[in-house]
């Protein structure tokens, strides 16, 4: 794709010459007067997917074309999968300590790291991917998530999120909150700490993982993203039973961090540059599931006989309930995570009221 192609799909040409007018300032940007440098940068970028994998890991190719492309070759980004540079659970450490400048990951596997981090990611019955956008680029979300990584060495900046997901796939039916006991599943951050209190036993696992694992019987179910992403690693094939909705991932937020001392080096346009791409590809990458995930979805039920069914409702009480205590105990036990919950909850309702007479009204209306 020509780099004229890219600005364009982007916005790019557009956003360049609004961000001075609209006060636009990237996380650590110098002052408007700071110059250009004609220096050319070659950075790394590390993911915790397989290559080119659908959404995920094209995502995060999009982003390194986007950057290099609308930089003019003055920041090239290489982009490993998961493996290839270091394992999909060590993106994190690795951008920290300069590994690699650049990640893309989501913030929920780093939970042992820092409790506040799921938050930015995604919460049980929380935010979906249109209130997490706001609240993270104009509810004060990203400040205090940028507050958090700066510990780490680390800039974070949201860059994807495939909305609402389902809540997995079951080698055998659940018909009751008992079914759930002592049932291994993959299922990472505050969804597998809830998962724990219902009496099941979670299993953090990469994606690449999945398939192998439920076909051997070595977990009995697993979450993984959504029709789309699980139509492509074949999950179909190893269990029949696909539940919905997807109450632990709600509006996933996909992250892209920066190695901080690398991020202060660069010049202020090309911060700009890189903060303006991660905007464009958390857009893109949601209108892609929104397109793709009915029809994959429809493929798995017609083509392959994928039994679609909905959490019993005593099950879903119970992960309600499960939830609230996994999400105070947390807060109480961090203070970015208390902030974080209390920012979280108070936007959410806020969102909530006004959805009430906008987004559901005209469900309702529509039909």
């Not at 799909?9 to 700071?34: I, N, R, W, Y």
């Not at 991660?278 to 083509?303: F, G, I, K, P, S």
């Amino acid at each position: 794709m020509k780099r004229r192609e890219l600005l364009r799909g982007a916005g790019l040409a557009a956003v360049a010459t609004g961000l001075a007018a609209c006060g636009a300032k990237p996380e650590g940007a110098a002052d408007a007067g700071a110059t250009a440098s004609t220096e050319r940068l070659q950075w790394k970028m590390v993911t915790s997917w397989p290559t080119n994998f659908p959404g995920l890991g094209t995502g995060a190719a999009k982003l390194a074309a986007m950057i290099t492309a609308a930089s003019g070759g003055r920041l090239t980004i290489k982009v490993y999968g998961a493996g290839e540079l270091v394992p999909a659970f060590e993106v994190f450490d690795a951008v920290g300590r300069g590994t690699a400048e650049m990640g893309h990951s989501a913030s929920y596997y780093w939970k042992g790291k820092a409790a506040a981090a799921p938050f930015f990611c995604a919460v049980p019955f929380g935010l979906n991917a249109q209130e997490m956008n706001g609240w993270l680029y104009e509810g004060g979300g990203l400040e205090i998530w940028r507050e958090l990584y700066a510990h780490f060495g680390l800039v974070p900046f949201p860059a994807g999120n495939t909305g609402v997901q389902m809540a997995g796939w079951f080698r055998k039916p659940i018909d009751s909150l008992a079914d759930l006991q002592g049932l291994k599943m993959r299922i990472p951050g505050l969804g597998g700490e809830v998962m724990a209190r219902v009496g099941a036993t979670p299993v953090n696992l990469p994606g690449a993982e999945i398939f192998s694992s439920l076909q051997t019987g070595a977990i009995d179910a697993a979450e993984w993203v959504g029709p789309y992403n699980d139509l492509a690693f074949g999950l179909h094939r190893a269990a029949k039973y696909c539940y919905y909705p997807g109450w632990q991932e709600p509006g996933p937020t996909l992250e892209c961090m920066i190695n901080k001392a690398a991020w202060e080096t660069l010049p202020q346009d090309l911060r700009d540059i890189v903060d303006v791409c991660c905007r464009a590809v958390n857009d893109a990458m949601l209108a892609e599931y929104t397109a793709r995930n009915q029809q994959a979805l429809d493929r798995l039920v017609r083509e392959h006989e994928v039994q679609l069914r909905q959490l019993p409702d005593d099950v879903l009480l119970a992960l309600r309930r499960a939830s609230d205590k996994v999400l105070e105990e947390a807060a109480a036990a961090d203070p970015l995570a208390r902030r974080a919950l209390d920012s979280m909850r108070a936007f959410q309702a806020q969102a909530k009221a006004w959805h009430a007479v906008s987004e559901e009204a005209y469900y309702a209306t529509r039909g």
